[in-house]
Structure formats: C-alpha cells, structure tokens
C-alpha cells in the first residue's frame, strides 16, 4: 500500500530545486565536472552537512555526488567487495543491497531485527555474526528501509561500540534520516567515537524533496573509499548530472520550512494508514508513539 502515491506525484519537488537546475542550465560550462562533482557544490554540501546533520568531511578527499544514492551504493559496494567476501546485512533492509552483494558475489549473513513497536538490529547476533563470520563490511539503512524504524542512540553507540572492538567497515544508508518526527532522538552513526574511520555515510534529496528524477546523491566516506567508488562511477556513469548538481547548492539551507509543512503532511498519512490498519482483525500493529509537534529534528 503506497499512500504517497510515490513521492513526485503526491509531492512533486520544491520551488527552489526547479529554479536552480534551470539557472545551472542556461550555464553550458556547468555542463560538465569532475568525477566526484562541482568542487563549488561539494564545498556546499560540506558545510551543510555539518550544520544540520554534525557530519564533518573535506569535500576535496571524502565527499562524491553520485547518479543518485543507488549509484553510491553500488560504487561503495563493488570498489569494496568481491567473490566470497563475508557481509552482514540487517533483515529486513533496502532489496537492493542484498542484490547487488549477490551480484558481486558476497556470501551475505542475515543480522535480523527484533520484533516488537521498536524494531533494531539483534546485538546478539550481530556480535555473534561479528566473532564468527569477521565481515569485511556491515550494511544497513537508518531510519530502517522498509519499517522506517529510528534505531535509539543506546543501540546505534552499541553497534559503534561492536564495529570498533571488531575492527569493522559499516556502510549506513541515511536516505530517510530527515523525515524524522521531532521527539525522535537520531544519530548519525559515522559522528560516534571511532566511526569516522570506519563508516560510508549514503545521505541525498531524492525522498525528502521528491527529487529522484535529478538522480542525486552524496557518499562521505574516508577518502580510500572514495577514490574506490570514483573509478567505479568513472567507467560506469562518469558523474552525477552536472546541471542537477547545483540543486544541492540550497539544500540543506533553504527548506526549513518547507520540511516542516511536508512532515505536517506525512503525519496525516501516518495516521491514516494505522487508521486503516487497526480495522484488520488478522493484523497485530506495533505503533511508535511519537509527540505531536512536527519539524525537522536537529541532530545535535
């Protein structure tokens, strides 16, 4: 059941994305860029990660637009993994990951999550998966793709804890991390103690501005990853659509507000649909209690 009737139709992209690829448009020396992106946007996208999400990396060395984050999650992925190469993998997650760690021959052991109104990776199996199978990569998505589950800061500064004590590379899809209810504490996995080093942070505009026709998306990660995924997107797509790139110019910086009317209106479907869902006798509906206040939620 899709109550957004997909994110472009129900909510198409905002003002301010449309006027920014038509002025990047009219420019024709922005019709090409570097691999890893515009230094201009790159340099936007640094600073506004780091105001609104704590994320810090240098745009020069750990930061790369992709065609999309599907993009960087195949580049990160296939510079990273090869045939017979262990990865866990947190159950139910984004179908795709799984597909392409099949497609790239990786031998994936399932991590799942726990039943209940707050679903989160099992510590017990992950730290059993992490003695036994010694993966060369964690993958998950946070909020979690599809149970939109938002895994506590005492869960997160666990699997921090255990990919540290184990000496583990995490890669973490953080696509939904903005449509997040305010009261809802987030944590961004690479900003905890010794996971800088360590995690490839999949962040991007496609879900929350309803921009996944632009084909945007941005990887930070230590900069041996990024040179990784920078030959894998070199010989596959070349870069990111070089006009759309100047989308990411306002975002993070001019939508505030407009965030907070779209949550307002995810609220309402929320309620609708469990609504719809508590009149099936055959279902148990596990609820998130949330306040009732709307807003993007600082993640500081």
Do not use: C
């Amino acid at each position: 059941m899709d109550t957004t009737h997909f994110d472009t139709v129900r909510f198409p992209p905002p003002e301010w994305a449309t006027s920014a690829i038509n002025r990047a448009s009219r420019d024709g020396s922005l019709a090409y860029t570097g691999y890893r992106g515009h230094p201009a946007v790159l340099e936007s996208v640094a600073a506004r990660l780091d105001d609104v999400f704590g994320l810090q990396f240098d745009p020069s060395e750990e930061l790369m637009l992709t065609p999309g984050t599907q993009a960087g999650l195949f580049g990160a992925l296939a510079s990273l993994i090869g045939q017979g190469d262990d990865v866990l993998l947190v159950d139910p997650d984004y179908l795709f990951s799984e597909r392409i760690l099949r497609f790239l021959g990786a031998r994936v052991t399932h991590i799942p999550l726990t039943a209940g109104a707050s679903p989160h990776p099992d510590l017990n199996r992950l730290e059993d998966a992490f003695k036994r199978v010694r993966p060369k990569l964690f993958v998950f998505s946070h909020p979690n793709n599809p149970t939109g589950s938002v895994y506590s800061p005492d869960i997160m500064a666990a699997i921090a804890e255990l990919a540290v004590r184990y000496d583990a590379m995490v890669l973490v899809d953080e696509l939904y991390a903005r449509l997040v209810y305010e009261g809802t504490p987030y944590v961004h996995l690479a900003t905890l103690p010794g996971m800088m080093d360590r995690t490839i942070t999949l962040v991007g505009p496609s879900k929350t501005e309803s921009l996944s026709g632009y084909r945007l998306g941005v990887v930070g990660a230590p900069a041996a990853v990024i040179k990784g995924i920078e030959d894998i997107q070199s010989i596959t797509s070349l870069r990111a659509p070089a006009y759309a790139q100047h989308v990411l110019m306002p975002w993070l910086r001019d939508d505030h507000e407009w965030l907070v009317d779209r949550l307002k209106e995810f609220h309402k479907l929320r309620a609708m649909t469990v609504h719809a869902f508590e009149k099936l006798p055959w279902l148990t509906l596990h609820i998130q209690m949330r306040r009732a206040t709307h807003g993007p939620m600082s993640a500081r």
